[in-house]
């Protein structure tokens, strides 16, 4: 039976849950008092009927982007359709990629144009939509695997970068991945726009045809799923590091392509211990080395 | 997109928790990854509920939701952790061991508590509404959606029951009211609100711990008592200040000059002649007809229920108070020289006793108790000669709580008890499309206890070793007025 949407605050008694099927959001703002409790009003209420809005149109957001010419209704839906446009040509991909970020993005709007707050964050699970007044700035950390949180890296981002919008994506995390990147998390204006990027990014870091790698249909796992027959990546044994090197360059290689079309700012990849970031020569992402280090779940605001 | 045709395919069940309608595959979850398909049965798969003592005094109960990161990286006190059984899930069926069989040491006692979430066919709550308003005619039907869910059962001290579920609402009745009372019983153990009707009476809204709504008026306050008691309680603040009362209350309506507390007091006749039938001296029964009005009943004109005054007895200026049980409701009366009454401003020496009422009514409220019978086979995941857990239970060996929550056995056969929902942590319950409730439940004793009574030895883990798996548990406060699950001075040894 239909569960109504959870919406309340944390314990910590700052940051706002929202809750409604698969959407899971911890959301903040900064601002006066009043400011914050007007946008947290005005998230809860948008927040209300927007899973429905979704499974309204929930086939079409699930074929493939640009292939039947169909526009959907919904405004999420329209911007997830937007985020993954300049990606069909080329590339396999559904509105679903995008979903996440463009959430995350509808909740922060409602909340910006509600109040005015100095800062605020929409959090769904690690897809985040951010919002900075002037003058503002927030730091970011990259963690390994969200049950053991360590940093393996931070961002800072100030308001006057153009980012608003970082989204992880990798086949340890909650949506299916092609490809084998612990974790690939992307820097763009937009958090729509970053969550379609980081997926189909992640899917190339590849090394096709391995046999350390076990892949599964994805209708295997899940009947409904939007990759249908495409095979998800379910494990990956131990690579050598030429192999993860040779991974990385593949996923390195569309990471480019993005960057210099202007869609993507910044894209940091982690695979098995190892870590890169696009472009290079990048100030704002600082990675930070551990011998140990395992993988990349999630991004989250520190 | 698959086509709706190829789907489901056996072992594929479809999730209704939310609009996406997931179709999860035998031992997958869904989108969410709160909800799975566990051997065909749709189950929750929340992260597991570990109550936590040391926190305990004069917190409310918080769920720890940011789970990861709300671990403060201490390290475990036995005493003072206990794991419930919300979000353990179940082994279905229930021959094989129960998914978590705990052992901790207690104040220098090992103690064994095997948790487990039970499918509860075999369930239902119990409604406590405070209200005197008539909700329905006792034995009729209550129902949620249209269907039929329980029934009116008891009208009791200032409260209405109500008796909803049980194993023929569930089971016994069409597909959809096994549903919609599966639902509702979900919501109501869930502490969210339900809308109820019943049949020939109120619609009602109720949610655990928060006031009743009927009719669509909100419950303020239970009533101070009868009217008869009310007569007692304030005989002695009236007396000299006015010549006679009436507590209007559809069950026992009091009457100062003949009730016995005004008799001692040395209250005179006053030739009053009220309607109802006379129980005892100054106690009447149906005044009126029951309704939401004064006192329960259905009057809003307090005069309708009087009879002319009898000459001769009563006299001009006689000083009448007409009152409800809550003091909500009030009028002030004079006779004229044809000894009628005059309705008047209510004198200020009388407005203290009204207001009094008033204050000595406790807040309206709805109770859900959880009732469920765990006689049945999920105790041969505890032990593989279940009628020795049913006795270890009787005999107070074995503690048994729901979700960490104290529970009430009944006497005589089975494992039936009741549990205040409100005691619980939040969202402790789930469902199967059975449909059935999925109810946490621990069974706690000490360790030489369990394995006389033929527990899974083999299966026992630490409760370190468990909570390891810190990411996949939530941690919440215990509730301060609920007894600690693992205090050893309860369940009695069988060696001692």
Redesign the interface.
Known sequence: ????PIIRM??DQRRL?LH???I?L?VEAFGSRAEIRTAYEAAARRFLTI??EL?AE??LL??PAGTNGVTPRGVVARRMADAVGPFAAQHFITPMAAVAGAVAEEILGAMTTAANLSRAYVNNGGDIALHLAAGESFQIGMIER??R?SLFGSIKLHASQPTRGIATSGWRG?SFSLGIADAVTVLAERAAMADAAATIIANEVDLPNHPAIVRVPA??????N?L?ERLVTRAVGELTPGEIVQALHSGVVVARQLLSRGLIYAVAFRLQGQSRVEPQALRMMTLIHHPDAESVGSV?HV | ??SAGE???VD?IRC??????????RG?A????RYANHEGQLVRVDPHIVLDRAKTQGTPL?????R???WDGNLVKDSETFITAIGAGTTYPDYKPAPFIVSSEVEGVDMVTVVTEGIFSYCGVKLKIDTDRHLGPECNLVRAQGEPVGHVTTGEYGSQMLSLGGVRHLTGGTKSEG?VT??TL?NLSNR?EVELTIDEGATVVVAAGKPPVVNNQREERMRVGCGSATIGMFAKQWFGKVDDVIVVDDHITGVLSEHQAGKLLGVRDTGIRINGRRSTAGRYFQVAQPGSGWGGTNISDPLTILKPFKPGIAWPRLRLLMVSTTGEQYAYFELDDNLRPVEKELPSQLTESVQRIRENCEPALTTVLFMGGAGGSLRSGVTENPVKLTRSVRDNFTRVTCGGAPVYIWPGGGITFMVDVSCMPENAFG?VPTPALVAPIEFTLKKEDYAALGGHMDYVRTLSSLMEE??RQRQVSSLPQNPWPLQPAAPRSSQE
Do not use: W
């Open positions: 039976m239909r569960q109504p944390l314990p849950h409604d099927g698969p899971d911890i899973l429905d499974c929930l086939p699930r074929s969200p049950d949180p909650r209708r295997e796992i899940a009947p409904d939007d249908g989250l | 997109m698959p789907l489901p395919v594929t209704d928790a939310c609009p996406v309608l997931c179709y999860i595959k997958n869904g989108a969410c990854d918080v769920p720890f939701l940011d990861e990161r709300e549903r599966c639902e979900l969210k469902y810190k990411n």
